[in-house]
């Protein structure tokens, strides 16, 4: 009431201002209607005042502010309202909207911290929300292969060092694991163009038009192989030997139904060397392809080398190309087969 009749003086002191005068006295002059024509406050409303004044955030109308931002706040807001404080469940739905991951990040731990013993339900389409709330709290609805009866899954029994693992590091794209129809892991982009490109010349489209995700994990193939086995999901292992062949396959020894490809030959211990050997009898096709100088690049070692110190740029180059070219066995092999 106070703020309402604070406001209507603001706006009668307005009308009567010498300048609104002014522009009355010229209107009435310009016989514009046989009514009377003049510039006026609203004054009609007795709520009127919740229009004419808006919440400033540094200066800036909340209006004109990002939604990010407005997303940040107007959660934070609900969260310390009454009702919601005398509630047991709270439901969020995609606060990831609008966000910066660290903003994000911001608004997570200020959930986590001022949920005071509250259920909180949270739908999201984000793997950095996934991770950062606990992938043993996700509960994924689902349709059943076989049917259209849906169904729930969830991850629980992750290891500890799993679940905090994706805490820490909430970047990893575990929910293209969890979604997809089927995975491809490899260690990095370079890797996920080439198998790409391997499996556009066998199939003619690409791998995620069939369902199957090529998943860059890095070094955290364990990781992902742990959720996958709890989701009962279908994954191809694709990795470099490393240089020692035996280390790799006692890797992955707790997984023995796995479909792991890795090329045995240690003298060619990643997929730069292994690319330059699979084209060993026509190094001019692949100077060509990354418009290298022969000059420069006499031979395979020098080629490994540039390609080595390149892989991004190069696997991009070998993905976009038309030009014919071979690509290692192990990677034709993991594409063209029955697991695929």
């Given at each position: 009431?106070?703020?309402?009749q604070?406001?209507?003086e603001?706006?009668?002191?307005?009308?009567?201002?010498?300048?609104?005068?002014d522009?009355?006295?010229?209107?009435?002059?310009?016989?514009?209607?046989?009514?009377?024509?003049?510039?006026?406050?609203?004054?009609?409303?007795?709520?009127i005042?919740?229009?004419?004044?808006?919440?400033y955030?540094?200066?800036?109308?909340?209006?004109?502010?990002?939604?990010?931002?407005?997303?940040?706040?107007?959660?934070?807001?609900?969260?310390?309202?009454?009702?919601?404080?005398?509630?047991?469940?709270?439901?969020?739905?995609?606060?990831?909207?609008?966000?910066?991951?660290?903003?994000?990040?911001?608004?997570?731990?200020?959930i986590?911290?001022?949920?005071?013993?509250?259920q909180?339900?949270?739908?999201?389409?984000?793997?950095f929300?996934?991770?950062?709330?606990?992938?043993?709290n996700?509960?994924?609805?689902?349709?059943?292969?076989?049917?259209?009866?849906r169904?729930?899954?969830?991850?629980?029994?992750?290891?500890?060092?799993?679940?905090?693992?994706?805490?820490?590091?909430?970047?990893?794209?575990?929910?293209?694991?969890?979604l997809?129809?089927?995975?491809?892991l490899v260690?990095?982009?370079?890797d996920?163009?080439?198998?790409?490109?391997?499996?556009?010349?066998?199939?003619?489209?690409?791998?995620?038009?069939?369902?199957?995700?090529?998943i860059?994990?890095?070094?955290?193939f364990?990781?992902?192989?742990e959720?996958?086995e709890?989701?009962?999901?279908?994954?191809?292992?694709?990795t470099?030997?490393?240089g020692?062949?035996?280390?790799?396959?006692?890797?992955?020894?707790?997984?023995?139904?796995?479909?792991?490809y890795?090329?045995?030959?240690?003298?060619?211990?990643?997929l730069?060397?292994q690319?330059?050997?699979?084209?060993?009898?026509?190094l001019?096709?692949?100077?060509?392809?990354?418009?290298?100088d022969?000059?420069?690049?006499?031979?395979?070692?020098?080629?490994?080398?540039?390609m080595?110190?390149?892989k991004t740029?190069v696997a991009?180059k070998l993905?976009?190309?038309?030009?014919?070219?071979?690509?290692?066995?192990?990677?034709?092999?993991?594409?063209?087969?029955?697991?695929?």
């Open positions: 009431i106070e703020i309402s604070i406001h209507r603001m706006k009668e002191a307005l009308v009567s201002c010498q300048a609104i005068m522009i009355n006295k010229q209107l009435k002059q310009e016989d514009l209607s046989e009514k009377d024509v003049c510039l006026s406050a609203n004054l009609s409303s007795r709520d005042w919740e229009s004419g004044i808006t919440t955030l540094d200066e800036i109308p909340f209006a004109n502010i990002g939604k990010g931002e407005q997303s940040l706040i107007k959660t934070k807001l609900a969260l310390k309202h009454k009702k919601a404080r005398q509630a047991t469940t709270l439901l969020l739905e995609e606060p990831e909207n609008h966000l910066s991951y660290g903003k994000l990040h911001e608004l997570l731990k200020y986590d911290q001022n949920r005071e013993g509250r909180v339900i949270v739908s999201t389409h984000s793997s929300v996934i991770n950062k709330l606990g992938m043993e996700l509960i994924i609805l689902a349709r059943g292969s076989d049917s259209n009866k169904h729930k899954m969830r991850l629980t029994d992750l290891k500890p060092g799993t679940i905090s693992f994706f805490k820490r590091l909430p970047g990893y794209d575990t929910l293209r694991l969890i997809c129809k089927q995975a491809i260690e990095g982009p370079s996920e163009l080439i198998v790409q490109k391997a499996y556009y010349r066998q199939c003619s489209n690409l791998p995620i038009e069939d369902g199957i995700d090529i860059s994990v890095g070094t955290s364990l990781r992902f192989l959720i996958a709890k989701l009962d999901k279908k994954v191809i292992v694709v470099d030997n490393d020692d062949v035996d280390k790799v396959y006692k890797k992955y020894r707790d997984y023995p139904d796995l479909a792991l890795v090329d045995t030959n240690i003298k060619y211990n990643t730069e060397p690319i330059v050997f699979a084209n060993k009898n026509d001019d096709n692949l100077r060509e392809i990354l418009n290298l022969e000059r420069k690049y006499p031979d395979a070692d020098s080629i490994v080398n540039y080595s110190d390149n740029e991009l993905f976009e190309t038309e030009t014919e070219f071979n690509i290692p066995n192990y990677i034709s092999r993991a594409v063209g087969s029955n697991e695929v």
